[in-house]
């Protein structure tokens, strides 16, 4: 059974560009969260989609936006990418009305320059 | 608003001795706390689940603690050995959220001594 699985796993942009990165969940999850996570700093919630719709979301500008297909999968994109942008990007999938544990994939590394 | 709070930041140990990882969260109504690990430039790992009806968790040589009313979690990892040398971090889930959105504390970097 294939875990959360991100592409790609390393990214270089330059600022102003934009960029799309890649999630398929865990088998059996319906419910894809994206977080941000900075050098050194905890992993920030940036939203989370189900049933293909964006049903929370965190501190982070329209810049950051999202999509959910119906096979789950889900795409963030970020526009008009700034230097303050470099960071892991992780994904995560869960049940939404589960109690169980969220799973992470092994992140994409943006580097904008 | 939650917060988490991880103390210490860092954390180095001679190999053998146990570790006691600490997280505080300012929101006692929370839903469950997951414990994770996480290697340089890599994704997380779920180490333990806590339940907010739990008093603990235990796998192996880890275990961890849940005290709601204080609003505190602790993770305790015995006979410690370079290969737990990571970054280890907490996160809560709120109570009857919209979805399963987790507030993670700053992490503890664990640096396990041969």
């Known amino acids: ?113 | 608003k939650q917060e988490v709070t991880q103390i210490p930041a860092a954390l180095s140990v001679p190999e053998g001795e146990n570790l006691v990882l600490n997280c505080s969260f300012t929101d006692s109504a929370i839903y469950n706390l997951q414990w994770f690990r996480q290697d340089p430039g890599k994704g997380l790992t779920s180490l333990l689940l806590i339940q907010s009806s739990q008093r603990e968790q235990t796998s192996g040589r880890l275990n961890a603690s849940l005290d709601k009313s204080s609003g505190r979690s602790t993770l305790y990892i015995a006979a410690s050995q370079p290969g737990d040398s990571a970054t280890y971090l907490c996160a809560v889930r709120p109570i009857k959220a919209a979805g399963n959105k987790l507030t993670f504390g700053g992490g503890t970097r664990v640096l396990v001594k041969p």
């Open chain 1, 1 to 113: 059974d294939a875990g959360v699985t991100q592409s790609p796993t390393h990214l270089i942009k330059t600022r102003g560009q934009q960029v799309t990165l890649r999630c398929s969940p865990k088998s059996g999850h319906d419910t894809v969260s994206w977080y941000q996570q900075a050098l050194g700093q905890g992993p920030q919630f940036i939203f989370q989609y189900y049933e293909e719709e964006e049903r929370q979301r965190g501190n982070f500008p329209d810049r950051f936006s999202g999509h959910q297909f119906p096979n789950y999968s889900s795409e963030l994109n970020v526009n008009a990418l700034l230097l303050g942008d470099s960071a892991l990007y992780l994904c995560a999938s869960s049940l939404r009305y589960s109690s169980y544990e969220q799973y992470f994939g092994p992140g994409t590394r943006l580097t904008v320059t």
